[in-house]
């Protein structure tokens, strides 16, 4: 019986100094060739490399331009409530952020031989006055690069003279555009042929993506640099 107390003694040194070696090992102390304790809790998947992101250029292309290009990201504004936005060479040159968009046609001119904005303005297209938009786009000199972007309404208040000015540089579907058609557009003063930089889709009930509103348009792409501008 004399034996007991000594016995729980050895018992609880043991017992401290396994407790002291498990800790030990998780925690990888000096000297331990065992894993860290948090090394124990990662997956396979997780230790493994993350992939690289894809890298992004201009604007955020996949690619990047050929010289004498100009990288550029055109985006419609999605039904009345996300406005549209305008990107060439990785300069917005307008967006909700600028605060310099709104209901109608959003129109950014910009010189076609040096990339630089000479203006940018929203038309409302629903209850603005449509003169001020031939104002703008009338007296536009040879090589203007003309970025289009709708939002909400582009074409209730269009005429012919404006559909023909349009046309005139280089748009496909001036002519037939409606009530909250989505339209992204880039053109050019002075071009033969029309533009590659056009797209359209129609207002429909049985096709929009909002109530009331088609999908939003996403355009990219890069535009020759003019060789002349007046």
């Not at 010189?111 to 938009?133: K, T």
């Not at 990219?220 to 002349?228: A, K, L, Q, V, Y």
Request: aromatic share 8%.
């Amino acid at each position: 019986m004399r034996l007991a107390g000594p016995l729980r003694i050895v018992a609880l040194v043991v017992s401290v100094g396994l407790t002291w070696i498990v800790v030990s090992i998780l925690l990888g102390g000096p000297g331990s060739g065992f894993p860290r304790i948090q090394q124990l809790f990662t997956s396979p998947e997780s230790s493994v490399t993350a992939a690289p992101r894809a890298r992004k250029y201009k604007c955020g292309l996949p690619q990047p331009c050929p010289e004498e290009h100009l990288a550029f990201r055109v985006v419609s504004g999605a039904a009345n409530v996300i406005g549209p936005k305008i990107c060439l060479e990785d300069k917005m040159l307008m967006s909700s952020v600028k605060d310099n968009v709104g209901r109608g046609l959003n129109i950014a001119l910009v010189n076609g031989v040096s990339g630089e904005l000479i203006e940018a303005r929203a038309f409302d297209m629903w209850a603005g006055d449509v003169n001020d938009l031939l104002k703008f786009i009338r007296p536009l000199h040879e090589g203007t690069l003309v970025f289009v972007a709708s939002y909400d309404d582009p074409a209730t208040k269009m005429n012919e003279e404006t559909r023909k000015l349009f046309s005139e540089l280089g748009s496909r579907n001036a002519k037939e555009l409606a009530f909250r058609d989505s339209w992204v557009f880039v053109g050019a003063k002075g071009v033969q042929n029309k533009s590659p930089f056009e797209q359209h889709v129609k207002n429909s009930k049985h096709t929009n993506k909002y109530e009331g509103w088609p999908e939003a348009l996403e355009m990219e792409g890069c535009i020759p640099r003019r060789s002349t501008a007046s």
